[in-house]
């Protein structure tokens, strides 16, 4: 008998072994030693704009560019 035809044939047991499976692979994601990531916190700033009424490539032409280019010059970020 084939594995396909007894997984059809018995739907419970595939079941059964499938739910066993994710159970097995759940326990294990879970004692998984987490040795190779370390606490960080990297540096990071954000910076949200608003303007009522424009489109996309007004707000980027005329707010988001000159703000990159204001930021570019400040130093350690």
Not at 19 to 48: K, R
Not at 57 to 62: D, P, V
């Amino acid at each position: 008998m084939s594995l396909y035809k007894s997984a059809v044939n018995k739907p419970v047991t595939t079941l059964m072994i499938f739910v066993a499976i994710m159970l097995a692979g759940l326990y294990s994601l879970s004692n998984l030693p987490i040795d190779q990531y370390p606490e960080i916190e990297p540096p990071y700033v954000t910076v949200i704009t608003t303007y009522s009424g424009a489109n996309a490539s007004e707000i980027e032409t005329n707010v988001t560019k000159k703000l990159e280019d204001a930021f570019n010059s400040v130093q350690g970020i």
